[in-house]
């Protein structure tokens, strides 16, 4: 309800509700209060004042701290922030750098000893091929000489069967066999 | 003391001061206006003095305010608001500040007199006024011609923009001012039913016990509402100085 000043002042002679609240005011001219225009130049001008102190104590010192504040505290956060990246960076590149090392020394590693292993293996080979030349050497050398013996055997064979022969003829008989006779007989019977 | 509920708006001089037949009194009004001033640039100045890293808790309500107001005037009317950043920021403090003193026994509230809260709805739109010509120019007027609007709906619309904007002032004060005067009105008329019904005898002080639970739950709203005046006055201002920073060009 909008009660303008000069009704309001007429108010109290008109009506007993009226009255009623009008005597109730303890203003000087029985407004409502907040319409009580007497009040406005006064009000109005310690507003200014106030509102304007305050304003300029913002605006030169409240609001700049309270800025610098929030700003010092975000700068801090994020100079930490690029401190702990920075560090973070640091320790991949060391650990990286470990791996590397790390793979590095396993490929060494393994070729020292796929190396050894080969020239062992190496070793092995031609040692194990000199032994069985060896061997073989022997062997064809033990098998000459057996076939030599073998050889010769069967040459003597023959003089040991025609010796044989004639001595038991000779014992059988009392006669003595010609040479001839005997070898022509061992060569029958060797070959019978 | 009177029962009346509205003697609490009833402003006294203090110092009577008279210059040119005007009066210019010191006033109880004027009084919590410099009351206002002091807590809350003392709360502001002293809760920060030590420019902690780490705020205490008095630092971190005094943080909290200033980001809820920056963020709310970026949000409103873009990084170039920010210059009006102490401007919305003082309006908030001094709106907040008033309505909470005001919710304290016998003190004055001053933001439930209408010409303080029509003053800062004028210095609101003033300064959106100002700006805008300032800034724009005769642009500034294309405030009232919204873009993609008929040529023949473009009088109409511009007529009907002309007169929200004419009203703005009025109802930002009005708002503020009458949320204040009716809370406080409605708080002293429960409160005085307390009294009254308790001077009945037994009967009485039983049936005061339900105008109690209501002024109770009435204070709590009440402090809901100074908060949230200070805050829809703020977020208005920053909406109007939207205006004054982008034109018509939004």
Redesign the interface.
Known sequence: MFISPAYAETAPAEGATHTETGTAHEGASGVFPPFDSQTYPSQILWLVITFGLFYMLMQKVIAPRIGSILEQRHDRIAQDLDEASRLKAEADAAVEAYEKELAAAKSKAGSIASTARDEAKAKADAERAAVEADLTAKVAAAEARIGEIKAKAFTEVGTIAEETASAIVEQLIGATVSEGELKAAVSAAKEA | M?N?P??Q?????IVP?EIGG??????N??LF??A??AV??GF??FS?SS???I?GRT?SV??MA??FIASMLREGAGTQGMKF???V??LF??VLTANLLGMMPYFFTVT?????TF??AL?VIGTVVVYGFYKHGTHFLHVFMPPGVPALLLPLVSAIEVVSFLSRPISLSVRL?ANM?AGHITLKVFAGFVASMGALGAVGVGGAVLPLLMTVAMTALEFLVAFLQAYVFAVLTCMYLNDAVHGGSH
């Open positions: 009177s009346d509205t003697h708006f009833v402003v006294s001089p001061i005007i009066d210019f009194s010191f006033t009004a004027s206006m410099v206002t001033v809350a640039s502001l100045y920060t420019r902690g890293l705020p630092q005094a943080e200033y980001e950043f102490p401007f920021f003082s403090m001094f439930s007199q209408i010409i303080v003053a800062l210095l001012f005067l």
